[in-house]
């Protein structure tokens, strides 16, 4: 199976930082990649796919890039709204999928 | 409105069995990938099980031969039946819609549903 590895599982920033999220693939999975942003109590929710494609309605403080075994999520601008966990997820392989094990975005 | 909606949640003994659902509007269910994801109390997600369109079926070597996805088309409705509960099944299950075509990942997803596996 496909490990996803995510550093750092905690970052603490604040609000008009620009902070980076590092997602590793155990093996290529080319650009198969997505960033879902998750709140307590909420379902994730998708922000981007294809490692770089923006998800319709996210805003453009959020970018992303990488393909084969090193991606990355950046968030431009830190809003109030960003703090959560993120996560990223291969879907390279059509019948098994994995996530990596997220980040949280917490106030500093 | 493109939504999922989750039920059939609860507590239930080791070993026992559940039925979770899944109510989709907006869009067809068989014409597209569906799969459960699920999350344990403070922890990660983890993918569950996937139908594809055309009827295929895999399962996470975890719950392999435990849990079944399956779907009612005349209902639009997907679901995960829950074999032999262990207390590692317990976790919030989410349904989530996969539109491959479009390279699009897990782009809608269902409020979740609470499953807790204990005596």
Same mark, same amino acid.
């Given at each position: 199976?496909?490990?996803?590895?995510?550093?750092?599982?905690?970052?603490?920033?604040?609000? &008009?930082?620009?902070? =980076?999220?590092?997602?590793?693939?155990?093996?290529?999975?080319?650009?198969?990649?997505?960033? *879902?942003?998750?709140?307590?109590?909420?379902?994730?929710? @998708?922000?981007?796919?294809?490692?770089?494609?923006?998800?319709?309605?996210?805003?453009?403080?959020? /970018?992303?890039?990488?393909?084969?075994?090193?991606?990355?999520?950046?968030?431009? /601008?830190?809003?109030?709204?960003?703090?959560?966990?993120?996560?990223?997820?291969?879907?390279?392989?059509?019948? =098994?999928? =994995?996530? &990596?094990?997220?980040?949280?975005?917490?106030?500093? | 409105?493109?939504?999922?909606?989750?039920?059939?949640? !609860?507590?239930?003994?080791?070993?026992?069995?559940?039925?979770?659902?899944?109510?989709?509007? !907006?869009? =067809?269910?068989?014409?597209? *990938?569906?799969?459960?994801?699920?999350?344990?109390? !403070?922890? &990660?997600?983890?993918?569950?099980?996937?139908?594809?369109? &055309?009827?295929?079926?895999?399962?996470?070597?975890?719950?392999?031969?435990?849990?079944?996805?399956?779907?009612?088309?005349?209902?639009?409705?997907?679901? @995960?039946?829950?074999?032999?509960?262990?207390?590692?099944?317990?976790?919030?299950?989410?349904?989530?819609? *996969?539109?491959?075509?479009?390279?699009?990942?897990?782009?809608?997803? !269902?409020?979740?549903?609470?499953?807790?596996?204990?005596?």
């Amino acid at each position: 199976d496909i490990q996803m590895t995510q550093s750092p599982s905690t970052l603490s920033a604040s609000v &008009g930082d620009r902070v =980076t999220i590092t997602c590793r693939a155990s093996q290529s999975i080319s650009s198969w990649l997505a960033w *879902y942003q998750q709140k307590p109590g909420k379902a994730p929710k @998708l922000l981007i796919y294809k490692a770089s494609s923006l998800e319709s309605g996210v805003p453009s403080r959020f /970018s992303a890039s990488g393909s084969g075994t090193e991606f990355t999520l950046t968030i431009s /601008s830190l809003q109030p709204d960003d703090f959560a966990t993120y996560y990223c997820q291969q879907y390279n392989n059509y019948f =098994t999928w =994995t996530f &990596g094990q997220g980040t949280k975005v917490e106030i500093k | 409105e493109v939504q999922l909606v989750e039920s059939g949640g !609860g507590l239930v003994q080791p070993g026992g069995s559940l039925r979770l659902s899944c109510v989709a509007s !907006g869009f =067809t269910v068989s014409s597209i *990938y569906m799969s459960w994801v699920r999350q344990a109390p !403070g922890k &990660g997600l983890e993918w569950v099980s996937v139908i594809y369109s &055309g009827g295929s079926t895999y399962h996470a070597d975890s719950v392999k031969g435990r849990l079944i996805i399956s779907r009612d088309n005349s209902k639009n409705t997907l679901y @995960l039946q829950m074999n032999s509960l262990r207390a590692e099944d317990t976790a919030v299950y989410y349904c989530a819609r *996969y539109p491959a075509n479009s390279g699009r990942a897990f782009d809608i997803w !269902g409020q979740g549903t609470m499953v807790t596996v204990s005596s």
